[in-house]
Nanobody, 122 residues
Framework: VQLQACGGGLVQAGGYLRLSCAAS????????MGWFRQAPGKEREFVAA????????YYADSVKGRFTISRDNAKNTVYLQMNSLKPEDTAVYYC????????????????WGQGTQVTVSS
């Protein structure tokens, strides 16, 4: 599976951004799509995931109520709507695909898109 992410940028605290991740290739074997982020000097952390068939979403506690993950099957695209952004959301965001049910562990994802930078100013 090949993934292409876009939508990052610079925004003030309280603002919003929407990230997109377009998938191509052997997408039929995908169990879930996820978003992870990595800030400088920190480990990559789980943000959100969506089960491809059922569209069931899962979120990290730090983004619950602010971020929404969704998918468009027809376009093979996953979105991450990020509202009420905080400076601590600043990171490089990555989309990824996994064939397993371990949706919150980046080690189980085998396809990754290029990162997109999200910067939230205070």
């Amino acid at each position: 599976v090949q993934l292409q992410a876009c939508g990052g940028g610079l925004v003030q605290a309280g603002g919003y951004l929407r990230l997109s991740c377009a998938a191509s290739g052997r997408t039929f074997s995908t169990y879930a799509m996820g978003w992870f982020r990595q800030a400088p000097g920190k480990e990559r952390e789980f943000v959100a995931a969506i089960i491809w068939r059922s569209a069931m979403p899962y979120y990290a506690d730090s983004v619950k109520g602010r971020f929404t993950i969704s998918r468009d099957n027809a376009k093979n695209t996953v979105y991450l709507q990020m509202n009420s952004l905080k400076p601590e959301d600043t990171a490089v965001y990555y989309c990824a695909a996994t064939k397993t049910s371990y949706y919150s562990d980046y080690q189980f994802y085998d396809s990754w898109g290029q990162g997109t930078q999200v910067t939230v100013s205070s």
